[in-house]
């Protein structure tokens, strides 16, 4: 299970942008209370997207991904080949919005994990990791840090895991003090559901720590994970099993991760299935692995082109709240805005407050 989802993951990196929103709201309060929205989006290395194209004035918070672990010093460290882009990043999206907070991104879906293993079991690795972190985001001119080693696959990672939220926490406070600068502000990320790791992440010292957590509600279905039937790659529900995103966020709330600090990710992107029948397209039909690209991923951008260019015709399905559409034997699953406003409206019905 783990190996499957740390191989879904890995994928993220084709993404360009992911949104992850958020409202800061009690549940019981009247909708028209003053709400505190979360707009962040991800922005990888490694993508043609140039970071000067990303509308930032429509975020209240970018990061940048990824910064790794230097296996011997257990310092955070950004590679060669991404300084010039991680050094740049800041000052250019500030330039169309000059209050969008940035973020250094740490770990991702390629990261060697049994170096991170390391890093939380000792007190010494634990420091290399925490001071590295402070210094190379003053450095880089991020405002903040992002965790984003998802696979705690032992008790004692995840025991690990919740001493270094602690002592990180507690040193960028006493770094804040010393030097009478703003607090950066500390995310993770985390999948979808609580319980896909072997291991369970520690919600108490999660919570106590970091501002708030980025929900990966995506790849549940790929044309990689899920070569035989057509799937839902970022349903809101599935009648059939829980591999969906009411199930995932209701998970980590029943796991004493308050709505408040929970940010759903949605993907601005989708795959492409090759149909054995092209007739036969519905969700689950049967398929035969990925089209159009080799994994299957496709923009945004790209599905709507595609759309265009066919003249295919779209369907909403709201049992599994997504859209779909085929040309021939080339079936897409995707969110679109009608997908992305129902899952929006999930915080008036009460189920979770969080999106
Ligand atoms: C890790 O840090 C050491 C000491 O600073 C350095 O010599 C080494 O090149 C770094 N490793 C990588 C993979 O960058
Ligand atoms: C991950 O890191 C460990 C410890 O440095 C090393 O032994 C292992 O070969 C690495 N794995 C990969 C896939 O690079
Ligand atoms: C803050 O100052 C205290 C006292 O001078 C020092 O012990 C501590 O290491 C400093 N913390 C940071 C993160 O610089
Ligand atoms: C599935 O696709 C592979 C390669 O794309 C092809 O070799 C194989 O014959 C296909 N299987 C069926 C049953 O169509
Ligand atoms: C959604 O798709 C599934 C699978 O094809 C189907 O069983 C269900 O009836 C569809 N829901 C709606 C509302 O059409």
């Not at 420091?127 to 696979?151: N, Q």
Request: aromatic share 14%; charged share 15%; hydrophobic share 40%.
């Amino acid at each position: 299970m783990v190996a499957k989802f740390l191989k879904n993951v890995s994928m993220v990196s084709f993404i360009r942008i992911v949104l992850l929103l958020l409202v800061v709201l009690p549940s019981n309060l009247p909708y028209s209370t003053a709400q505190t929205w979360i707009r962040a989006g991800y922005w990888f290395s490694g993508t043609e997207f140039p970071i000067e194209d990303v509308n930032s004035a429509l975020f209240t918070h970018l990061l940048c991904a990824f910064g790794d672990l230097n296996s011997t010093t257990y310092e955070l460290q950004i590679s060669a080949s991404d300084q010039k882009y991680f050094s740049a990043f800041t000052s250019t999206v500030k330039q169309k919005n000059p209050s969008v907070v940035t973020l250094l991104s740490i770990g991702g879906g390629t990261a060697n994990y049994s170096i991170y293993s390391t890093m939380v079991s000792q007190f010494s690795s634990r420091k290399s990791f925490i001071d590295s972190s402070i210094r190379v985001a003053r450095v880089y001119g991020f405002e903040g840090l992002d965790f984003s080693w998802r696979s705690a696959s032992t008790a004692a990672d995840a025991t690990n895991m919740g001493i270094l939220f602690d002592e990180w926490r507690a040193a960028v406070e006493s770094e804040s003090r010393n030097d009478s600068s703003s607090q950066p502000t500390l995310t993770m990320a985390a999948p979808y559901s609580q319980y896909i790791l072997e291991a369970t992440l520690p919600v108490e010292s999660i919570k106590r720590n970091f501002d708030w957590v980025h929900v990966l509600a995506f790849d549940y279905n790929t044309p990689t994970s899920n070569p035989e039937h057509t799937g839902s790659s970022a349903a809101l529900y599935n009648p059939a099993n829980n591999q969906n995103t009411d199930f995932g966020v209701n998970s980590w709330m029943n796991g004493g991760l308050p709505a408040n600090k929970i940010v759903l990710g949605l993907p601005f992107y989708g795959y492409a299935w090759k149909l054995r029948d092209p007739n036969d397209k519905l969700i689950g039909s049967p398929a035969n692995g990925s089209a159009v690209t080799p994994d299957g991923d496709m923009t945004y951008t790209e599905i709507r082109n595609y759309i265009l260019q066919y003249n295919a015709v779209s369907s909403y399905n709201s049992t599994y709240v997504m859209k779909y559409c085929s040309v021939g034997t080339t079936w897409i699953g995707f969110d679109d805005i009608e997908v992305v406003k129902q899952k929006f409206h999930m915080q008036n019905r009460g189920t979770y407050v969080a999106m």
